[in-house]
């Protein structure tokens, strides 16, 4: 039986898995400096992995905060492939535009300022990824709207399925109970569809990846 990687593996694999150029680095810092939430490197990698395995021409991501995560992939996407990103808080909004200006990725991500419920209840274009990365307690109400919209045999990825620890714990504290009840719910619809061959990876803080069937 495999151990699990533990804070020195981490630190083995990011050292050795390349540098990131400045631009990635200042918004690194500036997610530290304002507190706000990003992927963690090793589920970026894996996405970014995703994109060159799977090579989609269109990408849904629902939660764009800063843009880190849409200016990642869009640098290993195919020339005509884009990305739609959601985004309902205006500061974000804004300063994920400023960023993907900075990275010149205006071509390939389109910045969307809305409610991701509304959104997903409104369009009609679908999607050959999808990744989900926003408010938990909507998790499992997006999950019904998203997997429509979601191309046969494209790939649907979702972070923060693991929720810390939270998921799996007997005590949650109560600050934590509405969110933890709701990735629980969604963990359930998620690994119970027959519209998807899903797993629940231990990446990061838990990267979900399902396969649309039909």
């Known amino acids: 039986?495999?151990?699990?990687?533990?804070?020195?593996d981490i630190n083995y694999i990011l050292a050795n898995s390349g540098k990131d150029d400045a631009l990635?680095?200042?918004?690194?810092?500036?997610?530290r400096e304002n507190n706000v939430p990003?992927?963690?490197?090793?589920s970026s990698k894996f996405l970014e992995q995703m994109i060159l395995v799977s090579k989609p021409e269109s990408i849904l991501e629902i939660g764009t905060?800063?843009?880190?995560?849409?200016i990642k992939l869009a640098a290993h996407m195919d020339q005509k492939a884009y990305i739609d990103t959601v985004e309902v808080d205006e500061r974000m909004y804004e300063t994920a535009n400023r960023f993907i200006t900075m990275a010149k990725r205006n071509s390939k991500i389109n910045v969307i300022f809305d409610?991701?419920?509304?959104y997903l209840?409104?369009?009609?274009?679908?999607y050959d990824m999808i990744f989900l990365d926003c408010d938990k307690e909507v998790y499992p109400e997006i999950f019904r709207l998203v997997i429509e919209k979601l191309n046969t045999g494209g790939v649907f990825?979702?972070?923060?399925?693991?929720?810390?620890?939270?998921?799996?714990?007997?005590?949650v504290p109560e600050e934590k109970m509405i969110s933890t009840e709701a990735i629980r719910e969604f963990n359930n619809l998620f690994l119970t569809t027959e519209k998807l061959k899903s797993e629940i990876l231990p990446i990061g803080d838990g990267i979900g990846l399902g396969i649309k069937l039909a």
């Open 1 to 8: 039986m495999g151990r699990v990687p533990d804070i020195n």
């Open 24 to 31: 990635i680095l200042e918004m690194e810092e500036y997610a």
């Open 38 to 42: 990003i992927l963690d490197k090793i």
């Open 65 to 70: 905060a800063i843009g880190y995560t849409s």
């Open 115 to 118: 409610d991701a419920i509304k």
């Open 121 to 126: 209840s409104r369009t009609n274009k679908t």
């Open 157 to 171: 990825i979702v972070d923060n399925l693991l929720w810390h620890g939270f998921t799996a714990a007997g005590e």
